[in-house]
C-alpha cells in the first residue's frame, strides 16, 4: 500500500510541473479569470483556491503532493476495505 501512496503523490507533483509548463508555455493568462481552465487548475491543484496571493513552486509542488497522498490513503483504505467486504469466502 505504501507503493500505491507514492504513486498518489507523485502524480500530485506531476500535477503540478504539468500546470507550470503550460502556463510558461503559454505566456499570457490564458486560463482567464473565470472560467473552465480556472475550474480545471481548482479542481488539480486545491492548494490555487487557498490564496490571491502568488506562492513558491515548491511550496505548491509539496502541498500539492502532500494533499494527492492524503486522498490516496482514503482511497486505497476505502478500496482494501471494500475489496475484503465483496470477498465471498
Same mark, same amino acid.
Given at each position: 500500500m505504501k507503493?500505491r501512496?507514492?504513486?498518489w503523490? %507523485? !502524480?500530485?507533483?506531476? #500535477? #503540478? &510541473?504539468?500546470?507550470?509548463?503550460y502556463i510558461?508555455? %503559454?505566456?499570457?493568462?490564458?486560463l482567464? %479569470?473565470?472560467? &473552465?481552465g480556472r475550474?480545471? &487548475?481548482y479542481? %488539480?491543484?486545491?492548494i490555487?483556491?487557498?490564496g490571491?496571493?502568488p506562492?513558491?513552486f515548491y511550496?505548491v !509542488?509539496? +502541498?500539492?503532493?502532500a +494533499? *494527492?497522498a492524503?486522498a490516496?490513503v &482514503?482511497a486505497? +483504505?476505502?478500496?482494501? *476495505?471494500y !475489496?475484503i467486504?465483496?470477498?465471498?469466502k
Open positions: 507503493s501512496i507514492a504513486i503523490a %507523485t !502524480l500530485g507533483a506531476l #500535477v #503540478v &510541473v504539468a500546470w507550470r509548463i510558461s508555455a %503559454t505566456l499570457s493568462n490564458s482567464g %479569470t473565470d472560467g &473552465v475550474a480545471l &487548475v479542481l %488539480t491543484c486545491p490555487a483556491m487557498a490571491r496571493h506562492q513558491g511550496f !509542488l509539496i +502541498t500539492n503532493a +494533499t *494527492y492524503l490516496g &482514503v486505497e +483504505t476505502m478500496r482494501r *476495505y !475489496l467486504r465483496s470477498d465471498p
